[in-house]
């Protein structure tokens, strides 16, 4: 099934031992494939769809008794898994432009101080949400205890399913689960801050004639 990654324009080569990049195994059953070209945005379809059956080669050592039920499983894990790459790619773009933010304040011709603290209070928000995704780094660093991060139930719970034919554990399912709701939680704070807090303070760098920063449209109010 497809991939739950980001989109990536440069994925380098693989390396002979590496899977490559793809989703949950397909259940048996019936499918259609086709071929079409696009050459400058244009599709042209060359071979209509045709049917195949997909059958299992059989050989699993613990074969899922209910296929649809762990199918279903390990479809929410991967679009539980599409949303937190997602997400984590965001967080990523927001922190490298508040950066620039942050530069852009010391280019206006008066700084303000209150444009600085902004950026800073946006700065921390990120801190704490890197925090509770991926836990904290210091910690493991010394390697005392601490709490599994969103990003460790995650790949935990993702891990061993992908190529598994096998039905999910008790532990995999309750890992989801806990993973599924932290993460709600500060999807809640990702969303605010990208539709609330980084375009209110846009608004004050271009009112204040701040350099270009990345996704900020420039006012011009001349003829």
């Not at 995704?133 to 935990?156: C, E, F, N, T, W």
Request: glycine share 8%.
């Amino acid at each position: 099934m497809p991939s739950p990654s980001p989109i990536n324009l440069n994925p380098g080569e693989k390396a002979p031992w590496e899977s490559p990049d793809g989703g949950r195994l397909a259940l048996p059953g019936e499918y259609t494939v086709s071929l079409t070209k696009v050459i400058n945005g244009t599709a042209t379809e060359l071979v209509a769809p045709q049917k195949f059956k997909l059958n299992s080669l059989g050989g699993s050592t613990l074969p899922a008794s209910d296929k649809q039920a762990m199918d279903a499983y390990v479809g929410q894990a991967a679009e539980l898994e599409r949303a937190w790459n997602g997400a984590t790619s965001l967080l990523g773009d927001v922190n490298n432009t508040l950066k620039l933010m942050r530069q852009a304040t010391y280019s206006i011709a008066q700084p303000a101080t209150d444009l600085l603290a902004d950026v800073k209070a946006l700065e921390q928000k990120i801190k704490d949400m890197n925090k509770a995704l991926y836990g904290d780094g210091v910690a493991s660093k010394l390697d005392k205890p601490h709490a599994p991060s969103v990003a460790d139930r995650i790949y935990g719970m993702s891990y061993d399913i992908w190529s598994s034919s096998s039905a999910p554990t008790t532990t995999q399912k309750e890992q989801m689960a806990i993973a599924g709701k932290l993460f709600k939680a500060e999807l809640a704070k990702l969303k605010q801050l990208v539709e609330v807090d980084l375009p209110a303070l846009d608004r004050k760098l271009e009112a204040a004639k701040a350099p270009y920063t990345p996704g900020r449209l420039p006012v011009w109010g001349g003829n």
